[in-house]
């Protein structure tokens, strides 16, 4: 295994190969190449919930898994995700502003702009939207269809989060602004379960009324800090709202499913979301106590060590392998290596933690990290989409696996330079 000073150089060489392909690739604009068909053939199917229209879903997922990129584009759901793409593109340019030798700081000004040119804005506040259809089940089995013009919840606080960086919150009116309206749009323009217990389950656009797990997490985790930072105490009393539907839906081992149903599966990615919420909700009360967040923070902190270690005992191999279900199928995904990275970064960073659980995750960091470095980039940059029992689907159009890579190892570059000031 390397030691971290190995990893440290591997990974700047990485981010950088990494970057330039991501940008090289334009890997944040839409591809017209694909357009048509794939809309056409997946809005179809996606407008069509009967079976034939369930198998043409089904077949259109397998076949972007197995084919090239061009017939990925066409058959696969979502495979470019451009506005999320957008906004890790911009967080991935601040950081790689603190590398000398290439002024990456000179495109954040036009990626913002770009950001804020694609939102949706009415009445009801500001939101982004997801460039293909697709389908949202809701309670009692209903199928709705989220279309290009519907404001999609994990695509807007994306841009959320991105908004909330210093960079912007600090001193830019019209961000602080944005952040007001996505506020706005989260707290009371989609709707929300509210269940006996006075928790409160977000839907997943502004078209449905599902009840998703990770969704309602992160619009928590924005609402709270938001509501902080705005001295809005309604938007943290929302957030906390959702905060206790993440609770309640915790099962008995300390996993998540992507849904509240007993049938809902449970990854990788989408337990780090639910995690990582909830650690942001106790970080922002350990900073600035919020009397609200009090009154429920020993309640999140049991809820969180308990996911963390069901996380840590299940998610990974021991050669550092970040897994992307909760089984013992051989089957791993950038986006889930590059959230998996994030948390751990999280965990080791956090002055919550003990020196035991902040130990562990950071060996386990290591591994991941090395594991990626070693096994998951070409020489070229590129990053591996998904790797399945040997077989290796590399996709160039991949933007949103290979930004996420990008910024996990920004942050983890500035982890460990942290680590060696403090030891200087």
Same mark, same amino acid.
């Given at each position: 295994?390397?030691?971290?000073?190995?990893?440290?150089?591997?990974?700047?060489?990485?981010?950088?190969?990494? *970057?330039?392909? *991501?940008?090289?690739?334009?890997?944040?604009?839409?591809?017209?190449?694909?357009?048509?068909?794939?809309?056409?053939?997946? *809005?179809?199917?996606?407008?069509?919930?009967?079976?034939?229209?369930?198998?043409?879903?089904?077949?259109?997922?397998?076949?972007?898994?197995?084919?090239?990129?061009?017939?990925?584009?066409?058959?696969?759901?979502?495979?470019?995700?451009?506005?999320?793409?957008?906004?890790?593109?911009i967080m991935l340019c601040i950081h790689l502003d603190k590398i000398e030798g290439e002024d990456w700081a000179s495109r954040i000004d036009r990626l913002f702009s770009e950001l804020m040119a694609r939102a949706i804005t009415d009445d009801k506040g500001m939101g982004w939207s997801s460039p293909n259809p697709f389908q949202v089940h809701e309670p009692g089995g209903n199928v709705v269809i989220v279309t290009a013009t519907s404001r999609v919840v994990h695509t807007t606080l994306l841009a959320a989060n991105v908004l909330m960086l210093p960079t912007f919150l600090l001193g830019n009116e019209r961000a602080r602004d944005a952040v007001r309206k996505i506020a706005k749009f989260l707290a009371h323009g989609i709707f929300r379960t509210v269940l006996p217990s006075g928790a409160l389950a977000f839907a997943y656009s502004d078209v449905d009324q599902?009840?998703?797990?990770?969704?309602?997490?992160?619009?928590?985790?924005?609402?709270?800090?938001?509501?902080? *930072?705005?001295?809005?105490?309604?938007?943290?009393?929302?957030?906390?709202?959702?905060?206790?539907?993440?609770?309640?839906?915790?099962?008995?081992?300390?996993?998540?499913?992507?849904?509240?149903?007993a049938s809902s599966p449970v990854d990788n990615c989408h337990t780090v979301m639910n995690l990582k919420s909830l650690l942001e909700i106790l970080e922002e009360n350990a900073s600035s106590r919020i009397d609200a967040v009090e009154r429920m923070a020993s309640q999140i902190r049991g809820v969180v060590d308990r996911g963390l270690r069901y996380y840590l005992d299940t998610f990974f191999r021991e050669d550092g392998m970040a897994k992307f279900v909760s089984t013992s199928r051989p089957v791993e995904r950038s986006y889930d290596t590059a959230y998996a990275?994030?948390?751990?970064?999280?965990?080791?960073?956090?002055?919550?933690?003990?020196?035991?659980?902040?130990?562990?995750?950071?060996?386990?960091?290591?591994?991941?990290?090395?594991?990626?470095?070693?096994?998951?980039?070409?020489?070229?940059?590129?990053?591996?989409?998904?790797?399945?029992?040997?077989?290796?689907?590399?996709?160039?159009?991949?933007?949103?696996?290979?930004?996420?890579?990008?910024?996990?190892?920004?942050?983890?570059?500035?982890?460990?330079?942290?680590?060696?000031?403090?030891?200087?």
């Open positions: 295994m390397r030691d971290n000073e190995t990893n440290l150089r591997l990974t700047e060489r990485a981010l950088i190969r990494g *970057a330039r392909f *991501a940008f090289d690739r334009n890997l944040t604009s839409f591809d017209p190449r694909d357009t048509l068909l794939r809309f056409s053939v997946m *809005a179809w199917a996606a407008t069509h919930p009967t079976l034939v229209g369930r198998v043409i879903m089904s077949i259109g997922n397998r076949l972007s898994s197995a084919f090239p990129f061009t017939l990925r584009s066409i058959c696969g759901v979502r495979p470019n995700c451009e506005s999320q793409s957008l906004m890790l593109a599902s009840r998703i797990i990770n969704v309602t997490a992160e619009t928590a985790s924005f609402l709270v800090r938001a509501g902080r *930072a705005f001295d809005r105490a309604d938007w943290v009393e929302i957030g906390l709202g959702g905060a206790r539907f993440v609770l309640e839906s915790m099962r008995s081992d300390g996993s998540w499913g992507y849904e509240a149903e990275i994030r948390m751990l970064i999280a965990v080791v960073k956090s002055s919550l933690f003990d020196e035991g659980q902040r130990g562990e995750c950071d060996a386990l960091l290591e591994r991941v990290v090395g594991y990626a470095l070693t096994h998951n980039q070409r020489e070229n940059g590129e990053f591996i989409l998904r790797r399945r029992g040997g077989k290796e689907y590399w996709f160039p159009n991949m933007r949103y696996g290979q930004l996420q890579m990008c910024v996990a190892l920004a942050e983890y570059r500035e982890l460990r330079q942290m680590h060696a000031a403090e030891s200087a």
